[in-house]
């Protein structure tokens, strides 16, 4: 039992990588949570030689390199962003920068230069919110030898604020109602093939619609007492004598 258990977590597990890209590694990946008000968080999640080959920095692309976490900070450290953290990982033989940082309009993102490849817009339009982003020229810096094998992944997911009503990526999306994801060949980013990135929303968020609904649900329950605790009286007040001649 022990082993056709394991046998069958290992095939959903498989499944899930294979077909909703749930567990995928990525080589480069941007990862924005939008807000309405246009701020956001975005996590940067990169090999040390994709960086290097697709924004052009000068990091140690060595496997037993750590990154300098001063030197990352500086990078992604403008007038437009503010770094949070920033963590390093290692997979595949190769050094993996994680960076967290705050964005206070998305519109302005690039102009710091680790997103300088990217255009954004961010606006009204009708009854919806609109997000596009197009991404354009990488550096394609020579990295040498850094174990690529022809199969990385680039990647770009936005994390929406509110339901989403149209989206141009092809992946099987959106995942849990507001997650899309855009992915494209490290080979065709270096190459700078271009990325449009198109996405609309509504004008509520999910979390409003949601304390609205818990807001409906909890005064509908409240009602609901009410009337129970009113006909629990009502069956238990003492019968006037008119009443009890009656019976």
């Known amino acids: 039992m022990r082993r056709v258990a394991a046998l069958a977590l290992a095939t959903m597990i498989a499944t899930a990588c294979g077909s909703s890209g749930l567990f995928r590694q990525y ?6 949570y939008l807000s309405l008000d246009g701020s956001a968080t975005v996590y940067v999640n990169t090999s040390v030689a994709a960086l290097d080959a697709l924004r052009g920095a000068s990091f140690n692309t060595s496997a ?5 976490t001063a030197e990352v900070r500086e990078l992604y450290s403008t007038p437009v962003t503010r770094v949070r953290s920033v963590t390093w990982s290692r ?13 206070g ?13 990217s255009a954004y817009g961010f606006e009204r339009d ?8 197009t991404v354009g ?17 680039v990647a770009f997911r936005l994390h929406l604020p509110s339901k989403v009503r149209f989206h141009n990526t092809t992946l099987d999306n959106p995942k849990r109602g507001n997650i ?4 494209q060949s490290l080979d065709d980013r270096r190459h700078s093939q271009p990325l449009t990135l198109d996405a609309r ?12 609904l818990f807001g409906a649900t909890f005064a509908a329950v409240a009602v609901m007492f009410g009337l129970v605790i009113w006909w629990i009286l009502r069956r238990g007040a003492p019968r006037t004598k008119d009443q009890a001649l009656r019976t």
Not at 126 to 133: A, E, F, H, M, T
Not at 144 to 150: F, P, Q
Request: hydrophobic letters at 35%; charged letters at 30%; proline letters at 4%.
């Open 137 to 153: 020229h990488a550096a394609d810096k020579d990295v040498g030898e850094v174990g690529w094998t022809g199969r990385e992944i």
């Open 105 to 117: 309009d998305v519109r302005r993102l690039g102009e710091s230069a680790p997103f300088a490849w």
């Open 180 to 183: 899309l994801v855009w992915e």
């Open 64 to 68: 037993n390199a750590l990154p300098d």
């Open 91 to 103: 997979r595949s033989n190769r050094r993996f920068i994680h960076v967290r940082l705050d964005v």
């Open 201 to 212: 929303m509504d004008p509520q968020s999910i979390l409003y619609w949601t304390l609205q």
């Open 27 to 32: 080589e480069y990946e941007e990862e924005m």
């Open 126 to 133: 009708g009854n919806l919110y609109r997000y596009r982003q």
